[in-house]
């Protein structure tokens, strides 16, 4: 297959890339920046049609996973950069995937889980799942967020590409080893001792191991009954508390300090971040793409921590 990868040189996709080319597929990344791998790169700006487009033309998958990273201060110009690189990536997207001759068969579009509603209770799930936005005292940048992820999706559903299926990828966090990565962070918190409990601890975490993760890749292009927003996440998320003394054992770390939510607000203001990462809970589970028969490799967080720091150690 020719699979086009726009915003495909973070972590995620360096990930996907690298797993399709070691299966021979033709990997194309749309990039601002020429990077040093073995896959082809295709210069873009993310938001007006260029010559990268033929790229698109003839090609059997698109993914797109554009977009500015979230993990930053929630000020005017980051929100601007957040939202504008979002729809204007994916409003492209759909043009040059329009204009193609030969469309793709399937769109990816990254999407999020953070677009469901902040819940203790009960899952969300890809069918009956409900929305964020509308919870009382939400503060202001988890509606952001919500805000955020409602456009990302409905520029890809506005796109007129009738040849083309769409998924829309509603992806948990994903947990792989590179340096930089969610894991990697988490990690070095768990490293100094201050992987506790964060708050109350009933917040619910959603995850995904880096290799489900590509694997349900494959299994939606290889899927063609499969369209519309999909949950992308382990069947079991955990509350905050049992999921960090998991993570605390896999490791080998026996001391997590706690931290009270005042406390998190001043290391998140310091390490330029927002307590939305840590205080709302994501409970998420993917109904769909069980349902159609996909099984994960690593369903539970202990296995999934265990193989994570063991790959990790023996990285570095």
């Known amino acids: 297959m020719k699979i086009v990868i726009p915003g495909g040189s973070g972590q995620v996709g360096t990930a996907l890339a690298r797993a399709?080319?070691?299966?021979?597929?033709?990997?194309?990344?749309?990039?601002?920046?020429?990077?040093?791998?073995?896959?082809?790169?295709?210069?873009?700006d993310g938001k007006t049609l260029g010559t990268w487009a033929k790229e698109i033309d003839g090609a059997d998958v698109v993914i797109n996973l554009a977009?500015?990273?979230?993990?930053?201060?929630?000020?005017?110009?980051?929100?601007?950069?957040?939202?504008?690189?979002?729809?204007?990536?994916?409003?492209v997207v759909g043009e040059a995937i329009a204009a193609a001759a030969s469309p793709p068969k399937v769109w990816l579009q990254s999407s999020?889980?953070?677009?469901?509603?902040?819940?203790?209770?009960?899952?969300?799930?890809?069918?009956?799942?409900?929305?964020?936005?509308?919870?009382?005292?939400?503060?202001?940048?988890?509606?952001?967020?919500?805000?955020v992820a409602t456009a990302w999706e409905r520029v890809t559903n506005e796109a007129k590409t009738p040849k083309t299926r769409k998924v829309l990828m509603r992806s948990a966090m994903i947990m792989g080893p590179a340096r930089g990565g969610i894991f990697?962070?988490?990690?070095?918190?768990?490293?100094?001792?201050?992987?506790?409990?964060?708050?109350?601890?009933?917040?619910?975490?959603?995850?995904?191991?880096?290799?489900?993760?590509i694997r349900s890749v494959y299994w939606l292009i290889e899927h063609e009954e499969l369209s519309g927003p999909i949950n992308i996440a382990s069947p079991n998320p955990l509350p905050n508390k049992e999921f960090m003394r998991i993570f605390r054992e896999a490791w080998g770390t026996r001391i997590g300090l706690p931290a009270f939510e005042w406390q998190l607000a001043i290391g998140a203001f310091f390490m330029r971040s927002e307590t939305e990462l840590i205080l709302k809970s994501r409970r998420v589970i993917p109904k769909l793409l069980t349902d159609s028969g996909f099984t994960f490799d690593f369903p539970e967080w202990k296995n999934a921590a265990t193989d994570l720091c063991q790959r990790i150690r023996k990285l570095r």
């Open 112 to 147: 999020t889980a953070t677009i469901y509603a902040h819940t203790f209770d009960h899952p969300n799930d890809d069918v009956t799942g409900v929305i964020g936005g509308n919870e009382p005292d939400a503060p202001d940048t988890w509606n952001f967020s919500i805000d």
């Open 184 to 213: 990697d962070t988490m990690l070095g918190i768990v490293r100094f001792g201050l992987g506790g409990t964060a708050a109350s601890g009933k917040q619910y975490i959603s995850w995904i191991h880096e290799n489900d993760f």
């Open 67 to 91: 977009g500015r990273s979230v993990n930053c201060r929630y000020n005017t110009e980051n929100r601007r950069q957040m939202m504008d690189s979002r729809v204007d990536s994916t409003r």
């Open 20 to 44: 399709f080319h070691t299966d021979g597929h033709d990997i194309v990344i749309l990039s601002r920046r020429k990077g040093d791998t073995p896959w082809r790169t295709a210069i873009w």
